[in-house]
Structures are given as C-alpha cells and as structure tokens.
C-alpha cells in the first residue's frame, strides 16, 4: 500500500474516533464512555485507537480543543461582523452565551472539560480561544477610550469568569427565558464599563 494512502487511512481513522467519541461525550458524558464504545462506534480496533491516542483523557482533550475552537470562530465570526468595537464585544459576549446553550457544547466545554482535565488547563484551554477574542475587543476599547485605561488582564478574567459562570447557570436550567435574562445582565454589566 502506498504511503499516501496509509496515511489518508490513519487521518480517516483518526477523524471517526474524534468525531464518534465527540458525540459519544456530548451524549453520555466524559465518566460514561468506554473505550470500547468508543472503537464500536468508530469502527475501528482498540490498537488503532492507541495508536493515535494514549487515553481516553487524551482523546478527550481533542475533543474539547475541537468544541472550543468552534465556539470562538462562531463568536469571532458574529463579532467581525460589526462595525464598532463596542459591538463587537456586546455581539461577542452574547454569541458566547448562545453558544453555551447547546447542550452539546455545554457537556463537553463546560461540565466535562473541568472535571477531565482539571481546572487549569481548562482555564488555559479557554485562553487561548475564547479569552484571547475578548482580551482583544477590551485592549482595542481601552485604546479608544470607550472603555476606561486599566489593565486588560484583569478585566478580561473577571469577564471571562462571569460569562463562564452564566453558562453552567444556564446548563443546568430548564427555563427558556434564562439566556435573555443572562443576556440581558451581561448588557447592563457591560455598559457599566463604558466611559459615559
């Protein structure tokens, strides 16, 4: 077998485990997931799957990485398209909020992420996707004097951390009307920032 096609066969291989193992998490959840339902689901053998990775958590981690990454393209993209930076973080903010919705998302980004992965590389996960977007708009508003001179560091993390927090609320919530209440918040939270 030639070497290109071993090698589309391997991302292929590797491909159906992410994607099988993604609806598998999303569905079950993280603690609910064997390996073996893992490779049933893929259609592959368990040496294929350590082939590409050593564990479930690694796996996992793939996983989370892939759903973070959609997440901050979907808010990114609903950003980018307004004109102002102020827009862009409102938009933003709320995209991120929306997004948390999915139940899908909400499992694996935002109920097993933590837990599998522990604290602080979630948190350094979710920096270097979603956090960066919103370090970005704050530093572009600092500079145009919308929003006071203060550091962005800060700032971004005490952001982040609520938004975080509204989006276990809302997973954990039946009530329809919770996202246009936590949006409605977030707004009033936001605008309290701006230079009047």
Request: hydrophobic share 45%; with cysteine; charged share 20%.
């Amino acid at each position: 077998m030639p070497q290109g096609v071993r090698a589309q066969q391997r991302e292929l291989t590797r491909q159906a485990l992410v994607r099988e193992s993604r609806r598998l998490f999303s569905t079950l959840g993280y603690g609910a997931v064997g390996l073996s339902e893992i490779v049933a689901a893929a259609g592959v053998t368990k040496g294929a799957l350590y082939h590409h990775f050593s564990s479930k958590a690694e796996l996992f981690r793939v996983v989370l990485e892939q759903a973070q990454q959609e997440v901050a393209e979907r808010i990114a993209a609903t950003a980018d398209a307004r004109e102002s930076s102020w827009e862009q973080l409102l938009v933003g903010c709320e995209a991120f909020l929306g997004a948390s919705t999915d139940p899908a998302i909400q499992r694996i980004m935002l109920i097993d992420g933590p837990a599998v992965l522990g604290w602080a590389e979630w948190r350094e996960m979710n920096e270097a996707t979603s956090g960066r977007h919103l370090a970005e708009v704050l530093a572009v508003l600092i500079e145009e004097g919308t929003i006071p001179a203060q550091p962005v560091e800060p700032l971004t993390h005490l952001l982040s951390g609520a938004m975080n927090e509204a989006a276990l609320w809302l997973a954990a919530s039946s009530d329809p009307a919770d996202l246009a209440d936590a949006t409605a918040a977030l707004t009033r939270l936001l605008e309290a920032l701006r230079v009047p």
